[in-house]
């Protein structure tokens, strides 16, 4: 029989600087983008094992963009036994923040003999703020 192996899950102060990041972040951030943000210089690797951890610990998930890099955004309503991911991710084609859109969504039903475990969506647009701006501009 496999044990299971319980990893220590001490809150250090690398991962509280990185939970830090996140938290004041409004929309995803990069590996880069969160290693710009940083106070203080932590190791690359470092930061990768803290985004895995906050991952399996059900803090954080992970959004595959389509520039092929991977964004992090808190998770709202996660444990690590559930993730609660089957939401829309938003990518701004003008300031390129990519944004959660909470709203739940729908499962289509599936041919016989499938099982959805998991939804992606990735949505792409204006967001609100550059909308606004794009308003603004126009009154001028």
């Known amino acids: 029989m496999l044990k299971k192996v319980v990893q220590?899950?001490?809150?250090?102060?690398?991962?509280q600087m990185v939970m830090n990041v996140l938290e004041k972040s409004l929309s995803?951030?990069?590996?880069?983008?969160i290693e710009q943000k940083l106070t203080e210089k932590i190791d690359?690797?470092?930061v990768y094992r803290i985004l895995n951890g906050f991952?399996?610990?059900?803090?954080?998930?992970?959004?595959?963009g389509d520039d092929g890099k991977?964004?992090?955004?808190?998770?709202?309503?996660?444990?690590a036994e559930q993730h609660n991911d089957?939401?829309?991710?938003?990518l701004c084609t003008e300031c390129h923040s990519i944004v959660c859109i909470e709203e739940p969504l729908a499962v289509q039903p599936v041919p016989k003999g499938y099982n959805v475990s998991s939804?992606?969506?990735?949505?792409?647009?204006?967001?609100?703020?550059?909308?606004?701006?794009?308003?603004?501009?126009d009154r001028i």
């Open 86 to 90: 089957n939401h829309a991710h938003f």
């Open 55 to 64: 991952c399996n610990d059900g803090k954080v998930h992970k959004i595959a």
């Open 8 to 15: 220590n899950r001490r809150n250090t102060k690398t991962k």
């Open 119 to 137: 939804i992606s969506a990735f949505l792409t647009g204006t967001c609100s703020k550059c909308n606004s701006t794009v308003l603004d501009q």
């Open 44 to 46: 690359r690797v470092t």
């Open 28 to 33: 995803a951030l990069s590996h880069e983008d």
């Open 70 to 79: 991977t964004y992090y955004s808190l998770c709202r309503h996660c444990t």
